[in-house]
């Protein structure tokens, strides 16, 4: 499956932004989803995750509250809401889909297919 992220862009703290990532090559429906992110000198983060469904979401602790991960398996899409950014929020912005068997759904490790990420950067 491939992967394109999109929406990334230059916000003023306090704002918003959706983040689209977009699936070709398979449905996305077999996947469970999630975005990750990756400051500059940082190691690759967890954001959020959904289920395959739909039905469940989980949340970093940076994230809760602010964000929000949905999708629609019909458009093979997953989207992140981002509300309320923070200039800690500044990344590039990856979404990724997990191997389906084994490993932590916060684990960028446990994931295979991933987009090519989207800057987001939020202003002080």
């Known amino acids: 499956v491939q992967l394109q992220a999109s929406g990334g862009g230059l916000v003023p703290a306090g704002g918003s932004l959706r983040l689209f990532c977009a699936a070709s090559g398979r449905t996305i429906s077999n996947y469970v989803v999630g975005w990750f992110r990756q400051a500059p000198g940082k190691e690759r983060e967890f954001v959020a995750y959904?289920?395959?469904?739909?039905?469940?979401?989980y949340y970093a602790d940076s994230a809760k509250g602010r964000f929000t991960i949905s999708r629609d398996n019909a458009k093979n899409t997953v989207d992140l809401q981002m509300n309320a950014l923070k200039p800690e929020d500044t990344a590039v912005y990856f979404c990724?889909?997990?191997?389906?068997?084994?490993?932590?759904?916060?684990?960028?490790?446990?994931?295979?297919?991933w987009g090519q990420g989207t800057q987001v950067t939020v202003s002080s």
């Open positions: 990724a889909t997990h191997r389906g068997y084994g490993g932590s759904y916060t684990d960028p490790a446990a994931y295979t297919y």
């Open positions: 959904v289920s395959r469904n739909g039905g469940s979401t």
